[in-house]
């Protein structure tokens, strides 16, 4: 099983899923690999760290294309030969087409901090403590041509304090995001995750 990875900055979440599948075996356990990282910003951070990993890191700037198709089309070829069975969006901070999406249906996931369907969109920290939650969280979600609006596979909860500014929220946050990710990323990679109804179920909730 193929696992592409595309982000666009820090890439933390990248290095907790690439730790994870270290420290789990997953090539030998399960044949799982991360064939690829997809950068759309060549100084992203975690296209850095995955070269130095010694994986495929790859650089498509999205400023060199005259359209978000064009671009999502370079990508689609780029992510082609590694025949992924999932692609991970790990701060991914473009909008994919409808066509892209359509092309990897039910294979893309999205980690997105918020408690979806709150906050869909971006300032997701400052807009939880200015609405008054008493919680925030992060969602693992496949994505569907609705922006963060696809079927929830896994969600992590932390507590809003009173004293909370969003870069503090956002930093309690990380590491949740950190222990989440790899655990949906290997569950669907694995088939453990099915659709019932446009809603996702993993298998041993249904056992
Ligand atoms: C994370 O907070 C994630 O929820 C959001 O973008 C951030 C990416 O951080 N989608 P990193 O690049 O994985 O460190």
Not at 22 to 43: H, M, Q, T, Y
Request: hydrophobic share 45%; proline share 6%.
């Amino acid at each position: 099983k193929n696992i592409v990875i595309l982000l666009s900055g820090r890439g933390s979440n990248f290095e907790a899923i690439l730790k994870t599948s270290r420290a789990e075996d997953w090539e030998g356990r399960f044949g799982l690999k991360i064939r690829a990282v997809i950068s759309n910003r060549p100084e992203a951070a975690g296209l850095a760290r995955a070269k130095a990993e010694g994986l495929e890191a790859i650089a498509i700037d999205h400023k060199a294309f005259p359209s978000r198709e064009a671009f999502d089309e370079a990508l689609a070829a780029s992510i082609e030969p590694f025949e992924p069975d999932v692609i991970v969006l790990a701060g991914f901070m473009r909008i994919l087409t409808e066509g892209f999406v359509k092309r990897f249906e039910g294979k893309i996931l999205n980690i997105h901090p918020a408690l979806l369907p709150l906050f869909p969109g971006l300032d997701t920290h400052k807009r939880a403590i200015e609405a008054g939650c008493r919680v925030h969280g992060s969602t693992v979600h496949f994505v569907s041509p609705v922006l963060d609006g696809g079927a929830i596979i896994g969600q992590s909860v932390v507590p809003i304090l009173a004293s909370d500014t969003p870069e503090a929220l956002a930093a309690r946050l990380l590491p949740f995001e950190h222990a989440l990710y790899p655990k949906c990323v290997r569950a669907v990679a694995l088939g453990a995750v099915k659709l019932v109804d446009g809603r996702a179920v993993m298998d041993d909730e249904t056992a």
